[in-house]
């Protein structure tokens, strides 16, 4: 298991949404291929709706750059 994993396994065991958008946006940015960092991105948004964070704009519009909004 990567430091990732575990990092988002801690910060979900720990229910740290903040710390979850955060986590996601790393695992996107370091996906092997684009369904994955889709995966990753639509997570990072969910998480930052349910917050109304800052980021979740930035999430949106990179995953409509992708297709997937």
Known sequence: MSDLDERLLAAHEADDRGALIALYIEAADTATSETAAGFYLTHAYVFALE????RQDALRTRLKAMGRV
């Open 51 to 54: 917050l109304n964070d800052g």
